[in-house]
């Protein structure tokens, strides 16, 4: 049997929360509670010591040395073939988000359910390298090859909150849901925190991610109350069962998980919506999470471990 370690792709069904309602009281009108962060977090279970070995790659599948890498309150680097271990690192016994920065790059992240062996990661590095730059105070559009658009009304702001006036250096990168690579580009993993506060799974239409920088290297945000209006064109595979209007999520990157924030609505083989703000995005149907246990044994009945299961 194949050892292969695709664990984003069991991580969502092993945790073990309630199914949701998809019709909830806010769907009806109601106005709910807002859940806060440290409350979601009581779903993930007790804090636990677990044990982490991966590695950090670029697109080209190379090694990125010397990233930052960082679990919990634990942090190292990566040696020479972009590998990390870190031992007994304090996460949550049904969610660990590990991180990987180095400059240059665009933060890459990791979610998922640690076991109490060895858990193996894989986060791949998108090179943070503007596709396109465009003044402030005046509207302008960022378009990628494949039909992707990102339409700003030219109002910025550095992360003070303080407008900012000149050249804005653009980086814009669509993660389509038939990428082979997935599972190491995408941040986290395909759960998120939907409207009511609830955890779901997530399936994913595309993703979008888009980073801001001042001609001094300073990253810069849409400025408060102006929107930026964004366009995914939808996957080949996808467009007979793309439904008319889908969710909106962006991730969370202090918690690592998608927050449900808004609709992007389907026009022709495309879905457009209106964002206040830049990280990651992603259009996606959500559905309730149920446990699943999976126990892998070889023929003589012991268990494998690192092996991988795909739903």
């Known amino acids: 049997m194949m050892k292969k370690l695709l664990f984003w792709t069991l991580c969502v069904a092993v945790i073990s929360f309630t199914g949701c309602d998809p019709e909830d009281d806010r769907s009806n009108g109601i106005s709910l509670p807002e859940v806060s962060d440290a409350e979601f977090a009581k779903n993930f279970g007790a804090e636990v010591q677990r044990d982490f070995i991966g590695q950090v790659v670029d697109v080209n599948n190379e090694p990125v040395v010397a990233a930052t890498v960082k679990i919990g309150t634990a942090s190292v680097q990566t040696d020479a073939n972009g590998v990390f271990i870190v031992n007994g690192a304090s996460v949550y016994e049904k969610f660990a988000h590990v991180t990987a920065t180095k400059a240059g790059y665009i933060s ?18 998108l090179a943070a390298t503007p596709v396109q730059t465009i003044a402030s105070g005046a509207t302008a559009a960022v378009d990628l090859p494949n039909g992707t658009k990102v339409v700003f009304d030219g109002a910025f702001t550095d992360e003070s909150g303080n407008a900012y006036s000149g050249n804005v250096n653009v980086s814009v990168f669509h993660l389509e849901s038939s990428n082979e690579n997935l599972g190491s580009l995408m941040p986290g993993m395909l759960y998120a925190k939907n409207e009511s506060g609830q955890p779901v799974g997530l399936e994913t239409f595309g993703m979008l991610h888009v980073e801001l920088r001042g001609s001094g290297g300073q990253k810069l945000q849409i400025a408060t109350g102006h929107l930026a209006q964004m366009t995914m064109p939808i996957d080949n595979t996808q467009l007979a069962t793309a439904p008319a209007t889908i969710p909106l999520w962006h991730f969370d990157e202090a918690n690592g998980y998608w927050k449900q924030e808004g609709l992007a609505i389907r026009q022709g083989g495309k879905y457009v919506g209106n964002v206040s703000h830049f990280s990651w995005w992603n259009c996606d149907a959500p559905f309730p999470t149920y446990k699943l246990t999976v126990i892998a044994t070889g023929i003589n009945g012991l268990p494998l471990r690192n092996i991988g299961v795909v739903l």
């Open 108 to 125: 890459g992240s990791r979610s998922l359910v640690p076991t109490t062996g060895k858990n193996n990661i894989k986060i791949m590095l």
